[in-house]
């Protein structure tokens, strides 16, 4: 069973920085392709950032230069670095794990941590 758990959500004012985490349980991760997800209401969840098992990166236009994303397998974690955020940043965050080393869409979900972004 694998399990992942958020946490680094919160109220930051723009221009800000805030750092997620999310740690995964059970026996996937270093093989695995990871990533973050976003999503605001009335609206369908979409790409943030992904690293492949093997640390290709890959990042929606929104975000590029302002947010990275990296993983540490030994502690089964990945992490996103938000700087300069704005207020359409704001969001559910969703960590996500695939089932194979690439981005296939098919895998495990995060419960979610908000992230909002006003003054």
């Known amino acids: 069973q694998v399990q992942l758990v958020e946490s680094g959500g919160g109220l930051v004012q723009p221009g800000g920085s805030l750092r997620l985490s999310c740690t995964a349980s059970g026996s996937l991760f270093s093989r695995n392709a990871v990533g973050w997800y976003r999503q605001t209401p009335g609206k369908q969840r979409e790409l943030v950032a992904t690293i492949t098992s093997g640390g290709r990166t890959n990042y929606a236009n929104s975000v590029k230069g302002r947010f990275t994303i990296s993983r540490d397998n030994a502690k089964k974690t990945v992490i996103l670095q938000m700087n300069s955020l704005k207020p359409e940043d704001t969001a559910v965050y969703y960590c996500?794990?695939?089932?194979?080393?690439?981005?296939?869409?098919?895998?495990?979900w995060g419960q979610g941590t908000q992230v909002t972004v006003s003054s």
């Open positions: 996500y794990l695939d089932n194979l080393a690439l981005v296939s869409g098919s895998g495990y």
